[in-house]
């Protein structure tokens, strides 16, 4: 629709994404909000929910599991800095519990490998998932107590005016989106069993 736009996509952790929207190497970025926790203009995308995921088979049926069940798993987990980890902590805290991960994670795809291949469970964003889920790789389940999730949001540097092309990509990416999470492309909760 837009053929003088031109897009390059990199992928990065958190740190060096928003490293390079304030060094204006990039234009918009995709960060774990909520939107307040940067000096950016940043747009609330959606709300993703952060599940165990376990090998098939390994425990007992059940859509949901309490962080005092999790905490006595073989765990792989990204380090503290990393937000599903910090999600998980928190009510891990609020439970009076802690988590000691067998093996320490930083790379998403390492991460769902161990799970898949049944050396252990870890923690991720159902979206991130849903498609392993839905072929009976791997299972979800909902952590309890409370609310696990994390907040996406799109961001631009606010040192910067936004150009035309900024903007368009923006709205786009935005209906997207939104097109995504009507038709179920896009998944952002577990849903019950």
Known sequence: NYPGISLHVKEAYSVNLIEWLQSGEID???LYGPSTAYQFHSI????DEVVLISPPGQLRPKDSIHVQEIVKLPMALPNRPFGPRLIVDKICSTSGVRMKPKFTVDSFGIAV???T???CHGIMPISSVMNLAERGKLEARRILPGKAERQL???RSSMRPPTRAMATVQETTCQ???NMLV???WCTKRAAV
């Open 113 to 115: 490998a161990i799970v």
């Open 117 to 119: 291949a049944g050396l």
């Open 183 to 185: 038709d179920g492309r």
């Open 28 to 30: 918009l970025c995709f």
């Open 176 to 178: 997207l989106i939104s």
């Open 153 to 155: 949001i799109l961001s």
């Open 44 to 47: 609330d995308v959606v709300t």
